[in-house]
C-alpha cells in the first residue's frame, strides 16, 4: 500500500494540543522528528503500532488522526 491513499490531521491535532512541535510529538511517540515530518506530509505511511501511539498521545481514535481513501486507484 502506497501512502498516498493514507490521510491525516497530524498538523491540525499538533497546533489543537498546544502548539506542539513536530519533535515534540516525535519525542513522545519515540521516532524521529523526520518520521513525524514524512508522516505528516503523506510521504511515510506509519507502522500500525506508531499510528496507534500518535492517535493515544492526542487522545483520539486512530480514525480521527488517520483516514484510509479506499476508492482510489
Known amino acids: 500500500m502506497g ?3 493514507l ?3 497530524i498538523r491540525r ?3 489543537e494540543h ?3 512541535t513536530q519533535q515534540e ?3 513522545k511517540v519515540g521516532v524521529t522528528r523526520q518520521t513525524i515530518i514524512a508522516t505528516e506530509s503523506g510521504r511515510y505511511a506509519p507502522s500500525l503500532p506508531l499510528a496507534f501511539k500518535i492517535a493515544q498521545t492526542f487522545g483520539v481514535s486512530i480514525e480521527q488522526v488517520f483516514q484510509y481513501d479506499d476508492e482510489k486507484p
Open 3 to 5: 501512502s498516498d491513499r
Open 7 to 9: 490521510s491525516n490531521n
Open 13 to 15: 491535532l499538533r497546533f
Open 18 to 20: 498546544g502548539q506542539m
Open 25 to 27: 510529538l516525535a519525542d
